[in-house]
T-cell receptor, first 114, second 117 residues
Framework: LAKTTQPISMDSYEGQEVNITCSHNNIATNDYITWYQQFPSQGPRFIIQ???TKVTNEVASLFIPADRKSSTLSLPRVSLSDTAVYYC???????????????FGKGTKLSVIP | DTEVTQTPKHLVMGMTNKKSLKCEQH?????MYWYKQKAKKPPELMFV?????LSINESVPSRFSPECPNSSLLNLHLHALQPEDSALYLC???????WGQGSPGYTFGSGTRLTVV
């Protein structure tokens, strides 16, 4: 699985746009890039997934350059409730019969300041 | 229903107790997973079930015993645990996709906070 590197932590003021970049230099051709959000004492929540270029949903945007060696999660106008750990995952290991293993890196702890 | 429900939310058990964690989903997902998460660490995979059969056991000690009685339920039986087993235990499910079909998004439950005393 491709190794990912993210900032350990980030601070942002409410209302600002936050961009979290993930580096994944050895991404494989078939690998998707997926981001999860985790609040304390809750399970991770799927935010967004992409393969190339740009993906946008109601929560976030994901920007992937042509070489796919990095990706950027963009959260528009964050609020205090966006304070969480954000995990970038690249690829997932097929474990047979339709199941996939996720390997989480250390994640980025985002703190939104009033 | 788009949720994975885990019970109980909190559990305190002694080292000689036997207890079970329960996970339920009604999304028709045929792949289900147990993850363990220690404080300030990322989740780590324990077990993978696919079509009710155990496909992956990540060298988990035998004091943890998974069970998948049907396509909607996943249990984790606990016996003779150690204090270092205290953690958040997360259940997840995903669609069963063939290799090469892309990456299925997981749906995680809120977890069971386990404390072993």
């Amino acid at each position: 699985l491709a190794k990912t590197t993210q900032p350990i932590s980030m601070d942002s003021y409410e209302g600002q746009e936050v961009n979290i970049t993930c580096s994944h230099n050895n991404i494989a051709t078939n690998d998707y890039i997926t981001w999860y959000q985790q609040f304390p004492s809750q399970g991770p929540r799927f935010i967004i997934q992409g393969y190339k270029t740009k993906v946008t949903n109601e929560v976030a945007s994901l920007f992937i350059p042509a070489d796919r060696k990095s990706s950027t999660l963009s959260l528009p106008r964050v609020s205090l409730s966006d304070t969480a750990v954000y995990y970038c995952l690249v690829g997932d290991k097929y474990s047979g019969a339709g199941s996939y293993q996720l390997t989480f890196g250390k994640g980025t702890k985002l703190s939104v300041i009033p | 229903d788009t949720e994975v429900t885990q019970t109980p939310k909190h559990l305190v058990m002694g080292m000689t107790n036997k207890k079970s964690l329960k996970c339920e989903q009604h999304m028709g997902h045929r792949a289900m997973y147990w993850y363990k998460q220690k404080a300030k660490k990322p989740p780590e995979l324990m077990f993978v079930y696919s079509y009710e059969k155990l496909s992956i056991n990540e060298s988990v000690p035998s004091r943890f015993s998974p069970e998948c009685p049907n396509s909607s339920l996943l249990n984790l039986h606990l016996h003779a645990l150690q204090p270092e087993d205290s953690a958040l235990y997360l259940c997840a499910s995903s669609q069963a996709l063939k290799w090469g079909q892309g990456s299925p998004g997981y749906t995680f439950g809120s977890g069971t906070r386990l404390t072993v005393v």
